[in-house]
């Protein structure tokens, strides 16, 4: 079993900045990709960034340019710095990891809980 959990959230002013991270810990498996995804009230989820095994990178059009996923791959751990946030950025963070388990050879998916990012003046 993998647990994934998100931390970071909070309220920030429009233009400001905030950083997200997200830590997949526990036993025999390997990270293919991991990504976060967002939430707003009466919307689907959709996706936001993701960043595989090697380094790769691809974000939603609506947020290129203003945030950045990267991974320390020591800590199983990815991030996410938003930066120039708007009102339309509130919502609810998720991180998802795809994994390997070793030794089943196998892929899996685990989900966070969830974090909020609210921005608002």
């Known amino acids: 079993q993998v647990q994934v959990v998100e931390s970071g959230g909070g309220l920030v002013q429009p233009g400001g900045s905030l950083m997200l991270s997200c830590a997949a810990s526990g036993s025999s498996f390997s990270i293919y990709t991991m990504g976060w995804y967002r939430q707003a009230p009466g919307n689907q989820r959709e996706l936001v960034a993701t960043?595989?095994?090697?380094?790769?990178?691809s974000y939603a059009d609506s947020v290129k340019g203003r945030f950045t996923i990267s991974k320390d791959n020591a800590k199983n751990t990815v991030y996410l710095q938003m930066h120039s946030l708007k009102p339309e950025d509130t919502a609810v963070y998720y991180c998802?990891?795809?994994?390997?388990?070793?030794?089943?050879?196998?892929?899996?998916?685990?989900w966070g809980q969830g974090t909020q990012v609210t921005v608002s003046s």
């Open positions: 998802r990891a795809h994994v390997i388990r070793t030794g089943l050879g196998t892929f899996a998916t685990y």
């Open positions: 960043i595989t095994s090697d380094g790769s990178t």
